[in-house]
C-alpha cells in the first residue's frame, strides 16, 4: 500500500524559507511524477510544482524561481525548498501521485504559516 508523508511544515515570516519533504513507502518515488500541491483556507487545491520520473520540473507561475522540487533517490524522498515566502504562501501543503489524485488518497499534509 502506497503511503506518503508530508513533512517540514512551520511558522516562518515572510522572506524566509522551509524546506518540505515527501516520503514515501509502498512505492519508489523515482519511477514516478510526483507533484506537491496546497490547499489555502477556503481555496480549492491547486498544483504547486511536479517532477517527473525523468526529472523534468514544471512550477506555478505564483511560485517559479521561488520553489525548487527535487527528489533524493537513495532516500525514496521528494523535496520541496521554498524561498522567499510570502503570506499567501500560507496552505497546508501536499505531496501525490498522479494515480493518488485519481483514487482520492491524500495524506496528511504539512501547514506553512508565512507571517508579514
Known amino acids: 500500500q502506497v503511503q506518503l508523508v508530508e513533512s517540514g511544515g512551520g511558522l516562518v515570516q515572510a522572506g524566509g524559507s522551509l524546506r518540505l519533504s515527501c516520503a514515501a513507502s509502498?512505492?519508489?518515488?523515482?519511477?514516478?511524477?510526483i507533484r506537491w500541491y496546497r490547499q489555502a483556507p477556503g481555496k480549492q487545491r491547486e498544483l504547486v510544482a511536479t517532477?517527473?520520473?525523468?526529472?523534468?520540473?514544471n512550477y506555478a507561475d505564483s511560485v517559479k524561481a521561488r520553489f525548487t522540487i527535487s527528489r533524493d533517490n537513495a532516500k525514496n524522498t521528494v523535496y520541496l525548498q521554498m524561498n522567499a515566502l510570502k503570506p499567501e504562501d500560507t496552505a497546508v501543503y501536499y505531496c501525490?501521485?498522479?494515480?493518488?489524485?485519481?483514487?482520492?488518497?491524500w495524506g496528511q499534509g504539512t501547514q506553512v504559516t508565512v507571517s508579514s
Open positions: 517532477i517527473t520520473s525523468f526529472g523534468t520540473t
Open positions: 509502498g512505492t519508489i518515488l523515482s519511477t514516478n511524477t
Open positions: 501525490n501521485t498522479p494515480f493518488g489524485v485519481q483514487t482520492g488518497y
